[in-house]
């Protein structure tokens, strides 16, 4: 199916839209038949929404498309779309990104439009300047859940305006995070990522470790008289509160990163379309990858927690008592029919 995608115009007064042609896209996979006739509805559906003033419903409409179906037209008519929004940053990186889709499609009359509509915003752009004080080993920066490339650190990102939240965390440091607000198009706002402070540590003794008790030989030529035990009860005890230490704290985690998957998904809600929850901008998808990877944690630590407090409880209760002692091993045989029997007691 080929679709017959439009431009927006770039009067906000007008519903009038520029004829196009299709676009067809490289991708590393064409999209099946149900892929292009889902993307196409989603388009038509965005551009009615556009004609009713709904921008917020109708840029996720044109998102999802082109995820679908990728198009230089579709690209050029969700940049259109962010524009009206009042969405001037993503509005301009998305004209970047429908003039190189255009240029290696050889539309060369989207190319123009795309980078004049992307001139034209550039000085109305607001930039956030995030640096960083003092980094260290494994830290992460991230803006409104988008991780922040070091080579970001220091340079003035265009941002659309509006609050920003700023996260930061370390392996063996406490999280930060805080949120800056970008007051209108063209501010120059910048954030300093101070100093993590180091996560307090455990300073609980560790168990000594299991030692055996040395097994004396009697004198050569006596036979032992020693009840010998069947097991080391208190060593078996041991090892089954230790791993149901284990189970413990697997069952915690998996709470912890439930609990986090959850708020994931949560935060995601407020980028998704309020009819279709599965509709998301950038920011909501990447919150949703998010809750997704921790939600995998979850259930694993889960399994691998109950598995352990299961194994420790069965270990404990199956341990023998101090009075469970052998005296020796007594034994006979006896003949039976087809040959014998061999019988025998501690």
Known sequence: MRRDRTIFGAALASAALFAAMPVPMARAQSPSGGEKVTAEALFEDGRRLVAEGKFADACPKFQASERLDPSAGTLLNLASCFEKQG???????????????????????YVATAQRRAEALAPKLARLTVSVEQPVDGIQIRRDGTLVDRAEWGVPIPVDKGSHTIEASAPGHKGWASAIAV????????LSVPALEPAPQDTATPAP?????PV?????GQASTAPVERGSTGTQRAIGIVIAGL????????????LEAKGKY??????????????????????????RSAGNVSTVAFGVGAAALVGGAVLWLTAPSSASHASGFNAFVAPALGGAVVRGAW
């Open 209 to 213: 470790p299991l030692v055996a008790p």
């Open 183 to 190: 007051g209108q198009d063209g501010a120059q706002a910048a």
């Open 266 to 291: 949560n935060d995601s809600l407020g980028n998704c379309e309020t009819s279709n929850p599965d509709l998301c901008n950038s920011t909501g998808l990447s919150q949703r990858d998010s809750a």
């Open 216 to 220: 004396v030989a009697p004198p050569a």
């Open 247 to 258: 189970g413990v704290v697997g069952v915690g985690l998996g709470a912890v990163f439930g």
């Open 87 to 109: 969405r001037t940053a993503a509005a301009w990186g998305t004209y970047k990104e429908a003039a190189s889709a255009a240029d290696a499609a050889g539309r060369k009359d």
